[in-house]
């Protein structure tokens, strides 16, 4: 079992930045293959980013490329999404979710084992 907390989400202005932290805890966190997801109100959960699990590789969704950069620090079993430039429609709450390596980027949430509760980003315009 792997158990994952997010954290540092909160209210900001359009344009402003985010940092948000997933600590992870139980199995060996090198082991997995970390991703960001959100989920807006009335729409289904999304993929935004994954990193590799020597933080090596990284894949993002299109419409956050170049504003959002996921790492991992396995030494301390965290991963983080920084979200710059943010804009109203990344409001959503995120969830960090874990997976075992497979042979490409998995962007559908039935591909990751463990989720995070989740913490709420709202960008006001």
């Known amino acids: 079992q792997v158990q994952l907390a997010e954290s540092g989400g909160g209210l900001v202005q359009a344009g402003g930045s985010l940092r948000l932290s997933c600590a992870a805890s139980?199995?060996?966190?090198?082991?997995?293959?970390m991703g960001w997801f959100r989920q807006a109100p009335g729409k289904e959960r999304e993929f935004v980013a994954a990193?590799?699990?020597?933080?090596?590789?990284?894949y993002y969704t299109d419409s956050v490329k170049g504003r959002f950069t996921i790492s991992r620090t396995n030494a301390k079993n965290t991963v983080y999404l920084q979200m710059d430039t943010l804009k109203p429609e990344d409001t959503a709450v995120y969830y960090c979710?874990?997976?075992?390596?497979?042979?490409?980027?998995?962007?559908?949430?039935?591909?990751?084992?463990?989720w995070g509760q989740g913490t709420q980003v709202t960008v006001s315009s």
């Open positions: 139980g199995r060996t966190f090198s082991d997995y293959v």
């Open positions: 979710a874990a997976h075992r390596p497979s042979a490409g980027w998995e962007t559908a949430s039935d591909e990751y084992d463990y």
């Open positions: 990193i590799s699990r020597y933080g090596g590789s990284t």
